[in-house]
Nanobody, 124 residues
């Protein structure tokens, strides 16, 4: 079983930056593709970014390309989401997710393991 715990959320002004972390336990991270999703109030959960287990492939939602960067440190069993130039529309609960040895899918039902989420609020 894989457990994921997000951290790093908070309140930031528009144009600011945050770095989210997702600590993974229960299995070594290097065999898992990991991703970030978000859900704003009253909206469906949406894909943000994913990085393959080989680290050779990434996938980003159009809305965050050029602003967000996903990365992973397998030695620390942790993945990250660096978020720059934040906008009020980025406000959401952010979830990390994992799937075993597969491409960095944008479909949330492709992921087997989920964290509890961390709130990101961007003020205008």
């Amino acid at each position: 079983q894989v457990q994921l715990v997000e951290s790093g959320g908070g309140l930031v002004q528009a144009g600011g930056s945050l770095r989210l972390s997702c600590a993974v336990s229960g299995r070594t991270l290097n065999a898992y593709t990991v991703g970030w999703f978000r859900q704003a109030p009253g909206k469906e959960r949406e894909f943000v970014a994913a990085i393959s287990w080989t680290v050779h492939s990434t996938n980003y939602a159009d809305s965050v390309k050029g602003r967000f960067t996903i990365s992973r440190d397998n030695a620390k069993n942790t993945m990250y989401l660096q978020m720059n130039n934040l906008k009020p529309e980025d406000t959401a609960v952010y979830y990390c997710a994992a799937r075993f040895a597969a491409p960095p899918s944008a479909r949330d039902d492709d992921y087997n393991f989920w964290g509890q989420g961390t709130q990101v609020t961007v003020s205008s």
